[in-house]
């Protein structure tokens, strides 16, 4: 039954490759996807699959409107998936080659310059207890590149205020050792020391770094409201993100000459064509830059 190799595959991924839920679960919903609709042309058993099937399966999801990027998605799933069974000697075509990847653009992520940066990470009022907080967090992330969820989970005990690096669990449960400036040391060490004690409530004790005001975990949500806030109080008027401050930290780095091994690395990227987005960010950014300083940079004609 192919619902038996689809448990069989999700138990691989799960145990053998150590996936993030957010990527088990989405895989699973895909291939749910997948398997109920060849069942409703009678397919049950893996030999009875044809190259057929696959192609109006993707057409079913153009047909219903699905975006370039859901299918892209579900072409990604069913490539592993197909390519586990043959892994496995379950079967002996490849039906992962009948894929087509639509093409899919890529939309640049918003980027703050140096001095929206600059403006961001002064706003925290850093003389009260969620001020202190607040600086370290957007030091911290600006210092290191880390994603949002990767901030919240860490503990105090991951930064290594000696060596100045922090240890950082990412996507798929890999540990990475990412550098941290002495500067983000310097506010993390403050607000471990003076405020962090102060927002640990009764005996609500955990582990976790950067907490919320009741002395619990701060949540995404909670942080997205954060540095909204201060973005409105820096006067930045770009579409701004929880994710915002890393893609400023890369394309930072990439605009200083830093090498796109060694960003792909601290950003914890397991595939360096994720990370090239940043250099064309970089390059856009250049371009304008010379377009709105060099004197001859654009016809005449064009400035009327």
């Not at 190799?5 to 996936?19: A, H, M, P, R, S």
């Not at 699959?49 to 998605?73: A, D």
Request: net charge positive.
């Amino acid at each position: 039954m192919i619902d038996h190799l689809v448990d069989n595959f999700i138990n691989y991924i799960t145990v053998e490759k150590g996936l993030a839920n957010n990527t088990i679960e989405s895989y699973s919903r895909d291939l749910k996807q997948f398997t109920d609709f060849i069942s409703g042309f009678g397919i049950l058993e893996i030999a009875q699959l044809t190259k057929q099937n696959i192609l109006e399966f993707m057409n079913h999801l153009k047909q219903h409107g699905k975006r370039p990027t859901t299918i892209s998605r579900n072409i990604t799933t069913l490539r592993n998936f197909f390519r586990f069974l043959v892994r496995e000697k379950v079967i002996e075509i490849d039906f992962s080659k009948y894929f087509e990847i639509p093409h899919i653009y890529k939309k640049l992520p918003e980027v703050l310059s140096i001095t929206e940066i600059n403006n961001l990470l002064d706003s925290p009022d850093h003389s009260t207890n969620l001020g202190l907080r607040d600086k370290a967090m957007f030091e911290l992330l600006y210092a290191s590149g880390l994603r949002v969820s990767e901030l919240l989970s860490i503990e105090s005990a991951d930064l290594n205020f000696e060596m100045g690096y922090i240890r950082v669990l990412g996507k798929g449960s890999k540990e990475r050792i990412v550098p941290v400036g002495s500067i983000a040391l310097e506010w993390c060490r403050k607000y471990i020391n003076e405020s962090r004690p102060k927002l640990i409530i009764g005996s609500s004790h955990t582990s976790l770094m950067f907490l919320n005001r009741d002395g619990h975990a701060l949540s995404r949500q909670g942080f997205w409201k954060i540095i909204k806030h201060y973005a409105k109080k820096a006067g930045i008027l770009k579409k701004i993100s929880p994710h915002v401050i890393r893609h400023s930290f890369a394309t930072h780095l990439l605009e200083n000459d830093a090498d796109l091994r060694a960003v792909q690395e601290m950003l914890g990227h397991s595939d360096i064509s994720t990370t090239q987005i940043y250099t064309h960010v970089s390059n856009k950014m250049l371009r304008d830059v010379y377009k709105r300083t060099h004197p001859r940079s654009e016809l005449e004609d064009d400035k009327k």
